[in-house]
DNA sequence: CTGAAAGCGCTAACAC
DNA sequence: GTGTTAGCGCTTTCAG
């Protein structure tokens, strides 16, 4: 057995055809060959174990059947339900995806980007969340925009800060709707878990809610800041318990933080929701039972993933079009009326 | 701009060198070039928005940078901390992902591992749970062994049900090993909530826990069988608790299904852990702070992502390696001491 | 209906 | 150092 795979050319040689004739028989064409023949080389192929080179197809057909897709972390649900929801989008079109897991370092996401582009994808979907950091935006464009001249298109998850298709996430009326019903249920002394302050989405959730907040009461809410994750939600409930403000709710800026904020007042003795109120976003499945249940706002998350890949491989539009997607205000135990 | 990528070829004519030495100057080589061009040339691409087509590379090189990974589903978080291991392992030797995402269906399982071939990945990585169907592993072996032979590698993650490198889960002593931890506890009367019987991980930890109880105790667990989800888990909880079995504790084949089964409980007014202690397989990080904490098996579900990619791009053995993981047995609140 | 041959974009001998 | 050129494996005119 040689080390090396078999080629069209071995299988026409093994089949006593030409190339041309074994291309067309193995993959497809509008040219119909001769059911002796093509019988002849689909054996040929099969005895020699034969698959097409995808790159040698790509390079000859000029167009590749990838399509990528850039996430912060895939172990991250928000993300992997997503991508779960591209991939079988994908699925149904016949493209497979290339994923690239950032790490949410800026750095890494423009190394996989120029990656992706070298691929020439069909199409490069970006979930991971935008920062407010206008270099890196302005680095971003100058791998994206090579990448659309050349044919390549590029859709977004998220916020809208690049000129390119976007599945819009409505962060801010999600958790203004939050703050809304929360007020509507009887809290007066709401605080805020935020993720750091360079992530729009922690931005967005954040002013969201604040602004919900101020259309039905008074006061502020108190905001605390650490990182976008379990962790983060655990030291940021810490802290703000030390800080002995006094609180009746917490809107942590999604379910994982919001988790982690559990965790950190079961540690303290502090009951939920009996002595605070506890809510999230995002409504990853996951997490739907736990206990108490998490109020959330919940976020077509599989749909999304999906949409993004309608999106970008649908006709381009003369601009980039924005399909919005907004949050679903679910209220369960962990904000009783008061 | 034209709606086509630019080419090397367009790079060295902008330039005024020749191929070769654009080819040089931006993919490395031995071969040095003179600084002056070496900047022109750099420009040239920059100008153009060069990026070099991957599938070109791969033709004349004779290789890729691609790893295939091949999941069940990407949204369980099983499979994206492999993932993410895995990413992590491969950002370190420079390779792209591609994830297909089998839906746990044998024919799409193999479809995608048809794709994967057909791209020429440097390796694939077969993270799926087995079967016992002995027409489908046959069939994998049938793009499995060509692949192989042509050089590619190949890895599994779980049962080594194929002849090729895998991260071997122990999947029984695992399960051996909280069952007699559970009758350390003092349970008496254990029931077992199981994933379909074709899955070669259900059976295995199955079989595994029943072992176990067997060394240290009489009587056999009850067991009742449902898919391999959170919803499984939920209905096959509750037709348990139809059954009107006398139990004490329930060990849930995995962290999904025991949360299925803690919401089944709490829908019946079954009170977890005081009535009824559950305990589950894989310490799937998103769970650790649910309410009671569960009772598990960790799985190094990131370390063995990249163990699989580690096995499989180092030189090929003679025989398949195995490289045995073992669950750590973690008890905590959803079993207390009886 | 079948075959010959011209590329696709790039690398790697091989010359100079 | 730099340029020329022969492929890599496949699809697709263009002839027959």
Known sequence: MPARAATLTDVAREAGVSLATASRALNGSDRVVRAELHARVL???????????????????????????????????????????????????GLLVMLGSTGGRPARELELLAELRR?????????GSRTNDRAHLRELS???????????????????????????????????????????????????????ERLQVSRD?????????????SGEPVCVADEFSRD?????MHRLLDSGA???????????????????????????????AVAGFDDISTLRDVTPAL????????????????????????????RKVRGEVIVRES????
């Open 335 to 338: 904000t009783p009326p008061r």
């Open 295 to 322: 109020t959330t706002v919940r976020l077509p998350l599989i749909e999304m993933g999906r949409m993004a890949l309608d999106l970008v491989l649908n006709d381009v539009a003369a601009k980039p079009r924005r």
């Open 205 to 217: 959730r954040r002013d969201g809610f604040t602004a919900g907040w101020r259309e039905s009461a």
């Open 142 to 196: 100058t791998q994206v925009d090579p990448f659309a001249a050349a044919g390549g298109r590029v859709a977004a998850i998220g916020e809208p800060k690049l000129p390119v298709d976007t599945v819009v996430v409505e962060n801010r009326r999600g958790a203004r709707d939050l703050a809304v019903e929360i007020r509507r249920l009887g809290y007066r002394r709401p605080a805020i878990l935020t993720g750091p």
């Open 119 to 127: 691929q020439r994808g069909r199409a490069i979907v970006l979930a």
């Open 232 to 236: 983060g939600g655990f030291r940021a």
């Open 246 to 276: 006094e609180i009746d709710c917490v809107f942590a800026i999604n379910d994982l933080m919001a988790m982690g904020a559990m965790a950190a007042c079961r540690e303290r003795g502090v009951d939920v929701p009996q002595d605070l």
């Open 43 to 93: 054996e040929a192929a099969a005895r020699l174990g034969y698959t097409p080179n995808a790159q040698a197809q790509s390079m000859a057909r000029g167009s590749t059947d990838l399509v990528g897709l850039l996430v912060n972390d895939i172990s991250d649900p928000y993300f992997s339900t997503i991508a779960a929801g591209l991939a079988d989008a994908a699925e149904e079109h």
